[in-house]
């Protein structure tokens, strides 16, 4: 367990020198957008002396460093800064819009993973057979399939036409039914050909058939002796799909309304809100960074031959 822990504590300390390079290339990707930021907030009508009071107040009159150093030491303190929009704090304005990314987010791999697994599983056993390739074909199609084209099919055909389900918003228990759906199509795909690919590695060794030799059920064999092992890849996949779902929800919030930091950082970008976009961009980037810490440790408990 201390190879363990000081594997962890580097992991932090790398992953706090991550944290400072995103940090650099935020603010620099969004000093050399084009237009200039006060005059979007100010408006048309706004008059030069307006926008040159505006741009004081946004402190964009300074220099990069300065910025940049107003940035990071807010940041230090636990301070992202204040929305140009809405004059709220930027860690509220996150803080509001989280729970609902992170929802989605969540049961989208929770679909993801189920679907994933068990359909990597049943074409793994029954490989090179039509369940098989049907499975490998629908897999393919949701890898390749665009997530803002899928959610406005999906959209046409059970909202639109059947009815059956909300188009757009959260105000009602179904309607995180297709957005879910929507985002976990390329988690499913990905988890699912990483089972098959595993678990066929993993049935062609020699414990897996002495096993069968013995005598054990099918479904032992296969749980206990198959994706047990082959779950390390598996769950790798899973962790950086989720990971990618927060990051991804922001065209599936975009398509279906939903009320989320993905459909915000749409916003705030179109806004020039800067201090908004880097604020969304560091949780991101934060959240990558836990989970690679919590998948090393899974790792350890997945598989106790693994040492660190």
Same mark, same amino acid.
């Given at each position: 367990m201390k190879g363990t822990a000081a594997h962890i504590v580097r992991t932090l300390l790398l992953s706090l020198i991550t944290l400072f390079g995103v940090s650099i290339l935020i603010f620099l990707m969004l000093r050399v957008l084009p237009g200039d930021p006060a005059r979007v907030l100010a408006g048309l009508n706004a008059s030069e002396e307006q926008v040159a009071r505006l741009r004081a107040e946004l402190g964009l009159d300074e220099s990069l460093l300065a910025q940049y150093w107003s940035f990071i030491t807010g940041v230090l303190t636990g301070d992202l800064g204040t929305s140009a929009r809405t004059s709220a704090p930027v860690a509220s304005e996150i803080g509001v819009r989280l729970p609902a990314t992170l929802i989605l987010a969540v049961v989208a791999t929770i679909i993801g993973?189920?679907?994933?697994?068990?359909?990597?599983?049943?074409?793994?056993?029954?490989?090179?057979?039509?369940?098989?390739?049907?499975?490998?074909?629908?897999?393919m199609m949701g890898v390749s399939m665009p997530v803002y084209w899928l959610?406005?099919?999906?959209?046409?055909?059970?909202?639109?036409?059947?009815?059956?389900?909300?188009a757009a918003g959260s105000g009602?228990?179904?309607?995180? #039914?297709?957005? !879910?759906?929507?985002?976990? =199509?390329?988690? $499913?795909?990905? *988890?699912? /050909?990483?089972?098959?690919?595993?678990?066929?590695?993993?049935?062609?060794?020699?414990? #897996?058939?002495? !096993?069968?030799?013995?005598? =054990?059920?099918? $479904?032992?064999? *296969?749980? /206990?002796?198959?994706?047990r092992n082959a779950f390390i890849p598996i769950l790798t996949v899973i962790s950086l799909q989720f990971g990618a779902l927060l990051g991804g929800a922001v065209l599936t919030e975009t398509v279906f309304g939903w009320p989320g930091i993905g459909r915000l950082l749409v916003d705030s970008i179109g806004a020039r809100d800067f201090a908004v976009v880097q604020g969304i961009v560091l949780v991101y980037a934060a959240a990558f960074i836990l989970l690679n810490v919590i998948v090393d440790v899974l790792y350890v408990v997945v598989d106790p031959r693994i040492r660190y």
């Open positions: 993973t189920i679907a994933g697994v068990t359909a990597g599983v049943v074409a793994a056993v029954r490989r090179n057979s039509i369940v098989d390739h049907v499975i490998s074909s629908v897999a959610g406005l099919l999906l959209i046409l055909l059970f909202a639109v036409t059947l009815g059956w389900l909300p009602e228990p179904l309607s995180i #039914v297709l957005p !879910a759906v929507t985002l976990a =199509a390329f988690s $499913t795909a990905l *988890i699912s /050909r990483m089972t098959r690919a595993s678990m066929l590695e993993v049935l062609g060794q020699d414990y #897996v058939r002495t !096993a069968e030799a013995k005598g =054990a059920p099918p $479904t032992t064999v *296969i749980i /206990r002796h198959g994706l």
